[in-house]
């Protein structure tokens, strides 16, 4: 039997060859990679590319010619590998995490990047010249029930929504024009139409060296409600209240140093009240004008946490020298606070203060009001898809009772929102407000909690239900108790 003839001493290099050409092509090609991916340059190939380790492997193969079939399926395996081994390489070098690419677990955008677009634009509005508007319109159905001292009321309205805002889209300065609209109109019951409605306008004027103005006026409509603390008991319909505003500031940086003064005019004036038996009251003796002059200072002692001081004097006048109980209104108000105020982000932002308000009356039966203040509103999200936004407000509130000067009034809200799906938001709200009286035997304390929940149909139109309950507690329990469903469209 004869013996196969002996390999060559190439024959048997061979494979080993075709395996040291394969790695040495992709290490090249992993260095390319590497090198590009630090240039930032994309798109551009590799010293080493595919035709050129190609005709490496085809000059490899050459110097070394197999002399067996097995030989020859050896090295078409080889060079299957190199090739497979270049074109992770090449695919390595054309994304973004090259560095990633042999890596299981890879990384992935942050959740706020992907669930929301990076310009923040929602994608509504309507673009006028160089602003864009954004109309919000609601139409809904709503039972609301009341027990006012014993005398029950029950009735169904038709709600009427309008709300929008008219933003400028310039390169400097902003005007922003926001209006809130309902109407509330009788379908069946006791009760009447209630209306209510505000616009405002803003203008922020950038100027030089770090100084800029803000421009604001404004217009609000509401119809007091039988639980305000002047309003008429035995009323059918009571008091619309009418507020006309407008102001002025001016505000600079200095480095470190934030500081701002500025001017506010109110009017208030008050319609025609009517009782239970068809006649009407005037309150035109509560109609008044007020002015207030106040001026802050902060410094930033991070960009998160800016403590500040704040001071406000003001003047208000009555449109009758004495009101309809002989009593003279007018009188000066001054204020002082200081506080702290945080921006750390979505997640949270803010300022609160504590500080002193004292209003005087130019009739000398009236006492002084003065109380300590706290003032201050917080936005929370502890989560993505949850908000908690909380409220400080104390107020000096004048009177319309003969010989009370007024009560000061320390108000809590609260609203926490969370998204139960992406087109499922839950909404719950509460509040409390307690109303301390200078010269009346008993104060007043008034809680408010609700429910609501807001379906998005499609981007431009939501279905929406809100329970909500009333109470306030004086010498009289009144209660209400509201419910409504309703359609939201927006664009």
């Known amino acids: 039997m004869s013996l196969p003839a002996p390999r060559s001493k190439a024959s048997q290099r061979s494979p080993r060859l075709a395996w040291m050409a394969a790695v040495g092509v992709v290490t090249l090609g992993t260095v390319s990679a590497l090198a590009q991916q ?39 395996a080889a060079k299957r590998e190199i090739q497979d ?61 009341e027990n006012n001292a014993g005398d029950r009321k029950n009735t169904t309205y038709w709600d009427n929504g309008l709300k929008g805002t008219l933003t400028s889209d310039w390169s400097r300065h902003e005007l922003k024009i926001t209006g809130d609209g309902s109407w509330r109109r009788k379908i069946a019951g006791d009760g009447d139409d209630d209306p209510a409605g505000r616009v405002d306008a803003a203008l922020r004027l950038d100027l030089a060296d770090d100084f800029a103005a803000r421009l604001t006026a404004g ?23 009418n507020q006309f505003s407008t102001g002025a500031l001016i505000e600079r940086d200095a480095g470190k140093l934030r500081g701002s003064v500025g001017i506010t005019f109110d009017r208030y004036t008050y319609t025609d009240a009517t009782l239970s038996d068809g006649s009407r009251l005037s309150n035109s003796d509560r109609n008044r004008n007020s002015v207030t002059l106040a001026s802050r200072i902060g410094y930033e002692i991070s960009p998160a946490l800016t403590p500040f001081l704040e ?36 997640k949270l932002k803010g300022e609160l203060a504590l500080g002193y308000e004292r209003a005087s009356f130019d009739d000398s039966r009236l006492d002084d009001l003065g109380a300590m203040t706290i003032d201050g509103t917080v936005s929370w999200s502890p989560r993505r898809g949850t908000n908690v936004d909380l409220g400080l407000k ?35 709200s509460g509040g ?60």
């Open 311 to 346: 001071a406000s004097v003001g003047k208000t006048r009555y449109d009758d020298a004495r009101d309809s109980a002989g009593y003279a209104r007018s009188g000066n108000l001054y204020g002082a606070k200081a506080g702290i105020a945080s921006d750390l982000g979505e």
């Open 432 to 491: 409390t407000t307690w109303r301390n009286y200078r010269g009346a035997s008993e104060d007043s304390t008034y809680y408010t909690a609700g429910f609501g929940l807001t379906y998005a149909i499609n981007r431009t139109v939501d279905l929406t239900a809100d329970v909500a309950y009333e109470l306030s507690s004086s010498s009289t329990d009144d209660k209400t108790l509201r419910a409504g469903i309703g359609l939201k469209l927006k664009h």
């Open 394 to 428: 104390t107020s000096i509130e004048p009177s319309t009772t003969a010989g009370v000067s007024g009560d000061v009034a320390y108000a809590l809200t609260a609203l926490v929102t969370h998204e139960l799906r992406n087109n499922l938001v839950a909404r719950l």
């Open 38 to 76: 630090a240039t930032g340059v994309l798109g551009l190939r590799g010293a080493v590319t595919t035709d050129e380790a190609s005709a490496g492997t085809d000059a490899q193969s050459t110097a070394a010619t197999p002399s067996t079939a097995s030989d020859a399926a050896t090295s078409a």
């Open 219 to 241: 217009y609000g409509f509401s119809r007091e409600n039988t639980t305000d603390p002047n309003a008429i008991r035995d009323a059918t319909v009571q008091s619309g209240v």
């Open 85 to 145: 081994a270049l074109d992770a390489a090449s695919f390595r070098r054309i994304t973004d995490d090259s560095l990633d690419a042999g890596r299981q677990n890879l990384r992935q955008s942050p959740l706020d990047e992907r669930r929301q677009p990076r310009t923040g634009d929602d994608g509504l509005g309507i673009r006028i010249g160089s602003m864009v508007l954004k109309p919000e319109v609601s139409q809904g159905v709503s039972i609301e029930r």
